[in-house]
């Protein structure tokens, strides 16, 4: 499984970025999660195929929003009304099958496979 993400960039706070990582190979689960400079890796948001679910920190909930293309095999991240806070490194990552219930989704360590980081940069 291979994954690139692509979108990131610097935008003014109120405003709005489309994050898309296109997927090869198989996965069951995906999730976005970001870095920001002296602080640890948090989990964005994610998407389960066999749930058909998404579901977000709540950091994010109602700003940003996961969805996929199959027709391009592409996940994206939708953000809204980005804050300061918001700026980040963010990565995608895919987990080859999926198993029961929701609290693992959240760390990093359940995921098998990341793709490169994206900056996104959001002035205030």
């Known amino acids: 499984v291979q994954l690139q993400a692509s979108g990131g960039g610097l935008v003014q706070a109120g405003g709005s970025l489309r994050l898309s990582c296109a997927v090869s190979?198989?996965?069951?689960?995906m999730g976005w999660f970001r870095q920001a400079p002296g602080k640890e890796r948090e989990f964005v948001g994610g998407?389960?195929?066999?749930?058909?679910?998404?579901y977000y920190a709540d950091s994010v909930k109602g700003r940003f929003t996961i969805s996929r293309d199959n027709a391009k095999n592409t996940v994206c991240l939708q953000m809204n009304s980005l804050k300061s806070e918001d700026t980040a490194v963010y990565y995608c990552?895919?987990?080859?099958?999926?198993?029961?219930?929701?609290?693992?989704?959240?760390?990093?360590?359940?995921?098998?496979?990341w793709g490169q980081g994206t900056q996104v940069t959001v002035s205030s």
């Open positions: 990552a895919a987990r080859g099958q999926d198993k029961f219930g929701y609290s693992w989704r959240w760390s990093g360590a359940q995921y098998h496979y």
């Open positions: 190979g198989r996965t069951e689960v």
């Open positions: 998407i389960s195929w066999t749930r058909d679910s998404t």
